[in-house]
């Protein structure tokens, strides 16, 4: 019986889908009767095999009151809908839990589910908050984008159960607890619904959740479709590495001197390749195209001494034929030749975390911010500290952090050519790449630069975004499926946090863009690569005069906020660089103008381990010595020295004064390497700071620096009023933290600006549970028993 | 006695490493003697690896130098810090003999010497042990010797009296009782003791008798709306028949009935409950609610002094030299530390929430009400009372709850004492310091102060150059003879202000006590690491912008002016002047 409501089911699935796929491909117009299918598709699919409703529960709402919110409510409770999207399902009388909260206590209100989002409309009015300044235009608080949704468990009493998608059983759980991948938690109960309706929200959001869907299916899709963005506006001033020009611009500015590629513009080379690229001058066009681009090293940065970072995909070894290490030989040679005949080759699959690692550990770490009550919580904090260490995501971190020291500390220190390697060529690589060029370049802590940063090492990168983040539940990638990204923003957001004053952007930016890959609007993070983006997006648009569909990219940021709330991506702490103050700027890098006045021949790093010099025999030489190093020895036996080494940099680096435009090295030991606060704690209720945190700190900051602006307006004002005197109006400049700070009489909280304190009571939380805490017995002389006072002689 | 030639000292007390820039001490000609300079001693740096120099030893501090690094390497350290001297080992294969001293601001120093000069050596050493032992060898700590004049009198800083009137004291229901002003009620109580106004002495020294060491309940707070009052005391002398005394239940109602808005009394036992009750053996206890009627009775469950010295000497272990990189946080929870200051700060919490939300007055006390319940009502005062968040409001608390009310600094420090296994030595202090801190972490803008001050006050509680942590209680304190460390601090207090510092002090903070939010003090516990520099950008930055602004508006009133004059000579007519001033835009955080 089940299996054949099985299949029913199932098919009814199928048809869901086809009306919906079908007017996505002939346009927008039908969007209306595809609606209406959809829904009475899920009718019919929710009523199947279902009792009908009768009160089979107990409501301290009066029937009264329930019945009054409904009737009004079931047409106009419905969150704004965007552009193309569209309502599957709802049910009214939905209870949500109010947060961290044991007494049961919640609101009213109506749950739906469109193609875009879990969206839960409460039935109170709702109150004009000063919160709503940072207020997201895609999604608001009680929103929950379909991808961004991590775990459905449903509940019942006590016990609660991870829903793993696939059929669900006629039956649906009293309680729905959805776990988000930006930490929300959200805790419905379904019990005061009408049964027909329950059952229906259940499915439906069991299903598009965690469903297998096509990547047609995005919202992205349909969106974009109903949309239109400006291409002047989407481009604005991030570098989007997707032309020629932008390609030859970067190395431009770095001085480098490799050869851009550009025989792949139309993927005629190798979808797998970029469509833009860089390799080393000495790299022949055949070279381009043998392997599939594996061992093909790809430009990534150039040092000022001319050495430059190169990554590549690399190739399997196989016994006993020598082509590909002919070839890895050749590339190696045509790295080396880019400067001074030295390369150093890093592989990150032996001594970095795989993209498995990653994902088990960030798993376990999460864990302990998705808190569904307020016991649990305080249970956990007895022994944070060591689950911290247990579930090793700080000590990944630091592994990666580490990496990328000791991969400048070549390019600076040594002026080698670095080579970075491992299996794809575009996780670790992208992160290690990524963090040495934050380190050594400044450009890259602004704003753009960093944008462009993510747009050169990420996305024409060709990092696996949709596989990495597996939006589409696709069964067969769930082993792909790995937070590398977010470990990426995770060693920045350190590397911010120990020296804030070089960073242009914020915390809160690095927060905001973490959430924003679990937005399924973006094209910076719906694809794998070049390749699979113009594929899908060609055949995306049948009508050649709409060609390529025009997708937002992340960093059109008035897609999600306005100017206001963007302020706050502005770090108040960063200084402009100086313009004229360039003595300061010579004290500290004369070494490496010397180095390039010096013919290149002249100067000769000792060989070493893991150098290559240009003789041929003894390239091969070494080069075998590699290959058997790589797997005789294992990662750990040679690391103390490395990190022994990149121990000295760091403390040579620190005994120098610091300079917040020049060379940032982090420190790695263990007190530095923190958790981050922001994105971990802010929806946790009980480790609010009601009128602390670092906003406390930071708004003064910020307010003040609108003072300075402001009177250098004035200045200038004036400069021009002794000339013309003439007198303008006096624009009011104030960050838009001092604004709310400004506006409101409520305190700021360590939550700010993602939850405000309204709700509120001014009341701290209590820690339950703490005895327990301390195994203080057992100690020498067991010291918890004895008095205060007197030595030994008057133990209990 | 060739290395003892009598020089007057050339430098300064400097904190090592971190505040060259600070405490550049003057020193009177007589009292610093300079009593020993060996040349050619290695100071083994755990950092820096072994460094040649000079070293000399004076009645104040040691002080060692080696010039052949640039800029010179200087380690300079009163004598009050050591807690221990010893020989490491026999004569190593280069012939050297070395000696570490065990200091107790979390640090060990090791140097080595040429045995041939044994002479010497052996007079190093025992200069050594004599001098920073003072106390242990009859001569005088050097706080007594200390004739530096500042221009404040730092023992001004504090006056009961004007203390308790800034909070609105007495009152109709508190009066300020003389009883204690020869120390004949309690010999560890100040002079000046706050009770209620219904309860005559007589009937205080019947209470005195019923708890321990005589440390009767008394305010030391009170709130200026709901009048809700903090409480301190020890602990009742119960005992194991469960003696009671109507007195004490009698002046307990009295507290409670003083506060109009609640008909409750909190009493907060910070002890763990078996610890207390394990108290009756020795006749001590805890209230039982049978014979406080309206009391509610809540253990805290904070540690002894022997379990926090313990804490303490793991956490050393574990910061000092170096941090282990891969464990670090499993490290740090298994020396406990953390936890001991979330339960104190938990327990002060909750002081403050009874007190601010529920109106309630609350009495603490522990065993002998000097150790944790010091920490926990001036923690609680902290977060209640703004004033205490300034500069001088927090001197006043010290002063207050932990000198006036018989902190053993003395017995908890060990001051020139070279029994460093005494039971009585605890950080109960630092712990408190600590809390603090984590407090300013917690709100950058609340507090007056910065960082720096609370590292001078630990640095002064070692160093035995003031007489603020000197003596174990009130009476014993002779204040004229010494200098207190708040002349110092008050005579250069732009150097412990935090710029950042936004004076809301009517709002109460209540810091969030989770392990989260908690985190080690490496400002203060690996301050000696070179690695963990430390880093004040924010406000840097901050007095920077303060510096602009300033600078700016100096331009901009400049060309005002200069507009004006024209304006002025052009038209004679000009009547609204546009000249406008810039207000500063309203602090608020």
């Known amino acids: ?729 006096r624009p009011r400049a104030k960050t838009a933290a001092a604004v709310i700070a400004a506006r409101s009489s409520v305190r700021l909280s360590s939550s700010f600006p993602f939850v405000t304190s309204r709700n509120w009571a001014f009341k701290p939380a209590i820690p339950t549970s703490l005895l327990q805490s301390l195994m203080v017995t057992g100690m020498p002389g067991n010291l918890a028993d004895r008095e205060d006072d007197g030595g030994p002689e008057s133990l209990v | 006695m060739g290395a003892n030639v009598r020089k007057r000292a050339r430098h300064g007390y400097v904190t090592p490493l971190l505040w060259p820039s600070i405490g550049y001490f003057e020193f009177n000609v007589m009292t610093c003697l300079n009593l020993l300079t060996a040349k050619d001693v290695t100071y083994i740096c755990p950092y820096i690896g072994a460094l040649r120099g000079t070293l000399t030893v004076t009645n104040y501090r040691l002080f060692f130098k080696c010039m052949d690094r640039e800029p010179a390497f200087v380690l300079d350290l009163p004598l009050g810090v050591v807690s221990r001297v010893e020989k490491i080992g026999g004569a190593s294969s280069r012939g050297e003999v070395s000696y570490g001293l065990a200091c107790k601001d979390i640090r060990n120093l090791r140097f080595a010497h040429k045995q041939m000069e044994d002479s010497l050596r052996k007079s190093i050493f025992e200069i050594l042990m004599k001098c920073a032992f003072p106390v242990s060898n009859g001569l005088t700590i050097f706080a007594f010797e200390y004739g530096q004049v500042y221009p404040e009198n730092g023992w001004k800083v504090y006056d009961a009296q004007a203390e308790y009137k800034r909070q609105g004291l007495p009152n109709e229901s508190w009066r300020i009782t003389k009883v204690n002003d020869h120390y004949e009620l309690c010999d560890t109580y100040p002079s000046t003791l706050v009770v209620p106004v219904n309860i005559p002495d007589e009937e205080l020294k019947r209470v005195a008798a019923f708890r321990a060491k005589g440390r009767i309940p008394v305010l030391s707070w009170i709130h200026p709306e709901s009048q809700a009052t903090v409480i301190r005391c020890s602990q009742p002398m119960v005992g194991v028949n469960g003696k009671r005394s109507k007195d004490d239940e009698k002046y307990l109602q009295t507290i409670m009935d003083a506060n109009a808005q609640s008909h409750k009394l909190f009493i907060f036992d910070a002890r763990p409950s078996v610890n207390a009750a394990a108290n009756k053996m020795k006749g001590g206890g805890y209230e039982s609610e049978d014979a406080y009627q309206n009391a509610e009775l809540v253990f805290l469950d904070i540690h002894n002094i022997h379990v926090m010295r313990e804490s303490l000497r793991k956490l050393k272990e574990v910061v000092y030299p170096n941090i282990e990189e891969s464990h670090w946080f499993s490290n740090l929870e298994s020396t406990h530390w953390l936890e001991h200051i979330k339960l104190i700060l938990a327990g002060a919490l909750r002081i403050a929430d009874k007190v601010e939300s529920g109106k309630t007055s609350v009495v603490v006390h522990c065993s002998d009400g000097w150790d944790r319940t010091a920490q926990l009502a001036s923690l609680a005062m902290v977060m209640l009372d703004g004033h205490y968040r300034t500069i001088r409001g927090f001197q006043v608390l010290l002063e207050k709850e932990w000198l006036s009310f018989g902190h053993r600094f003395q017995l908890r420090i060990g001051h020139g004492d070279k029994n460093h296994t005494d039971a009585d030595r605890s950080p109960v202090f630092l712990q408190f310091i600590d809390c603090v801190w984590q407090m300013t972490r917690q709100f950058p803008a609340a507090f007056e102060f910065n960082e720096y001050f609370l590292i001078t006050i630990l640095d002064h509680l070692y160093s035995c150059l003031f007489g603020t942590f000197m003596c174990n209680s009130e009476q014993q304190r002779v204040k004229e003879k010494t200098v207190s460390l708040w002349a110092y601090i008050n005579s250069q207090p732009e150097e412990f202000t935090n710029p950042l510092y936004v004076n809301y002090s009517n709002h109460v903070l209540f810091p969030v006590v989770s392990m989260r939010h908690l985190e080690l003090w490496v400002g203060y516990y690996i301050r000696w690491n070179p690695r963990m520099r430390p880093q004040e950008p924010v406000h840097q930055r901050y007095k920077e912008l303060l510096a602009k602004r300033a600078e700016l508006q100096k331009r901009v009133e400049e060309l005002q002016r200069e507009v004006t004059n024209r304006s002025a000579s052009s038209s004679s007519e000009r009547a609204g002047s546009p000249t406008r001033s810039i207000t500063p835009v309203q602090t608020f955080v």
């Not at chain 1, 929103?143 to 961004?148: Q, T, V």
């Not at chain 1, 249970?379 to 700080?394: A, V």
Request: aromatic residues 10%.
């Open chain 1, 1 to 729: 019986m089940r299996m054949f409501d099985g299949r029913v089911l199932l098919k009814q699935v199928i048809l869901l889908f086809w009306p919906l796929i079908s007017t996505w491909v002939q346009g927008a117009e039908k969007i209306d009767s595809c609606q209406l299918q959809v829904l009475e598709m899920l009718s019919s699919l929710g009523s199947a095999g279902g009792k009908s409703a009768k009160p089979s529960f107990v409501s301290y709402v009066t029937p009264e009151e329930i019945k009054s919110e409904k009737e009004p409510s079931r047409k106009e409770k419905h969150p704004d809908l965007l552009p193309g999207e569209v309502v599957f399902c709802s049910a009214s009388t939905v209870l949500k839990y109010t947060q961290d909260d044991l007494s049961q206590r919640g609101v009213f209100g109506v749950l739906l589910c469109t193609n875009f989002r879990v969206s839960f409309v409460s039935d109170e009015e709702p109150t004009e908050e000063m919160g709503q300044l940072f207020k997201n235009k895609l999604y608001g608080e009680n929103d929950i984008p379909l991808s961004c949704v991590d775990n459905i468990y449903g509940g019942s009493e006590d016990k609660r159960k991870l829903i793993t998608g696939g059929l669900v059983k006629n039956k649906y759980p009293s309680k729905m607890i959805i776990h988000c991948k930006d930490l929300r938690v959200f805790q419905f109960s379904l019990s005061f619904s009408k049964e027909e309706d329950a059952k229906k929200i259940f499915q439906g959001i069991v299903h598009h959740c965690l469903e297998p869907k096509s990547l047609r299916c995005l919202f992205a899709f349909s969106y974009c479709e109903n949309t239109s963005y400006p291409e002047a506006q989407r481009k604005k001033q991030t570098v989007m590495f997707d032309s020629v020009e932008d390609w030859t611009q970067d190395m431009k500015r770095t001085k480098g001197n490799c050869r851009v590629v550009s025989e792949n513009s139309n993927f005629e080379l190798s979808p797998k390749l970029p469509q833009y690229f860089i390799v080393p001058k000495n790299v022949s066009d055949e070279d381009l195209t043998k392997y599939q681009g594996k061992g093909l090293p790809m430009w990534c940065w150039s040092h000022h001494s001319g050495c430059a970072l190169f990554k590549t995909a690399s190739i399997p070894l196989v016994q006993e034929d020598n082509v590909p290490q002919t070839y890895m030989e050749k590339m190696l040679t045509a790295v080396a030749h880019n400067h001074l005949y030295s390369v150093k080759t890093e592989d990150l699959s032996d001594t970095l975390p795989t993209v498995q690692d990653i994902l088990l550990s960030y798993n376990k770490f999460k864990q302990f911010f998705l808190i569904d009550n307020t016991t649990e919580f305080w249970m956990s904090d007895m022994k944070w500290f060591s689950s911290l260490d247990n579930c090793g995501w700080l000590d990944i971190i630091r592994q990666c952090l580490q990496k990328a020291v000791e991969v400048v500390e070549s390019l600076e220190k040594e002026n080698t050519n670095v080579l970075i390697m491992e299996e794809g060529g575009s996780d670790l690589c992208c992160v290690v790449s990524s963090l040495v060029q934050l380190m050594l370049d400044p450009y890259y802590r602004t704003l753009l630069g960093f944008q462009s940063l993510v747009q050169k090492e990420w996305v024409a990168g060709g990092h696996a975004f949709l596989d990495r983040s597996n939006h589409l539940h696709l069964k067969d990638k769930v082993e792909s499926q790995s937070p590398v990204f977010l470990l990426f923003l995770e060693c920045v957001w350190q590397l911010q946090q120990q020296h804030g004053p070089a960073f242009q952007f914020s915390e809160t930016y690095l927060t905001v863009l973490s959430d924003s890959v679990h937005v399924p609007v973006f094209t910076t993070f719906l694809f794998n690569n070049d390749g699979h983006r113009d594929s899908l997006l060609r055949a995306e648009s049948p009508h050649t005069q709409r060609s390529p569909l025009n997708c937002p990219t992340v960093w059109d940021w008035s897609v999600q906020f306005d100017c206001k709330a963007q302020d706050l991506f502005t770090n108040p702490l960063y200084t402009e660089k100086p313009k004229q103050d360039t003595s300061v700027r010579k004290s500290y890098r004369p070494r490496h103008l010397r180095q390039l006045s010096l013919p290149s021949s002249a100067f000769k790093t000792p060989p070493k381990k893991g150098f290559f010099k240009d003789e041929a025999d003894n390239l091969k030489k070494i080069l075998g010595v590699k290959r058997l190093s790589r797997w005789m020895l294992s990662p750990s036996s040679d690391s103390p020295q490395t990190s022994s080494s990149v121990r000295e940099f760091y403390e040579a680096w620190q005994t120098k004064p610091l300079d917040y435009h020049g060379l940032l090295l982090p420190c790695l030991d263990g007190p530095s390497i923190r958790v981050w606060m922001q994105r971990y704690l802010r929806w946790i209720h009980d480790v609010q700071i009601l009128g602390g945190g670092p906003v406390a700190m930071l708004s003064k900051v910020s307010e003040i620096l609108g003072e300075v602006q402001e009177l250098q307006r004035q200045l200038d004002r004036h400069g021009c009023t002794l000339t013309s005197n003439h007198k303008g109006a």
